[in-house]
């Protein structure tokens, strides 16, 4: 699971994405396929509603589950690199914790 969250975090530096990143993230990975289609449903109805809000919530939750296809499209759809959860930590930082 480790080189799925590297990957994670490989797509999102590519986007532009700054290394400092605050606080640690204390989030577990899962990144396997279910997990994965699970989050395509949830992107194709993200996608259609055209909720930029809801585009930076699923990208923390792709990041943190290691589904980089999904990271790369959600950042291909204007979700935020900036973006900061509830406790202050960017996509980055969830993808590397």
């Given at each position: 699971m480790r080189i799925v969250r590297i990957a994670a975090a490989t797509a999102l530096?590519?986007?532009?994405?700054?290394?400092?990143?605050?606080?640690?993230a204390a989030m577990h990975p899962s990144g396997n396929?279910?997990?994965?289609?699970?989050?395509e449903s949830k992107f194709r109805t993200v996608v259609a509603r055209d909720d930029r809000r809801q585009r930076d919530f699923l990208l923390?939750?792709?990041a943190r589950k290691g589904c980089v296809e999904i990271v790369a499209r959600l950042l291909d759809r204007g979700a935020s690199i900036e973006a900061r959860n509830a406790i202050g930590?960017?996509?980055?930082?969830?993808a590397a914790a």
């Amino acid at each position: 699971m480790r080189i799925v969250r590297i990957a994670a975090a490989t797509a999102l530096l590519l986007a532009g994405v700054h290394p400092a990143t605050g606080p640690r993230a204390a989030m577990h990975p899962s990144g396997n396929r279910y997990v994965c289609s699970e989050l395509e449903s949830k992107f194709r109805t993200v996608v259609a509603r055209d909720d930029r809000r809801q585009r930076d919530f699923l990208l923390f939750e792709a990041a943190r589950k290691g589904c980089v296809e999904i990271v790369a499209r959600l950042l291909d759809r204007g979700a935020s690199i900036e973006a900061r959860n509830a406790i202050g930590n960017t996509p980055l930082a969830v993808a590397a914790a």
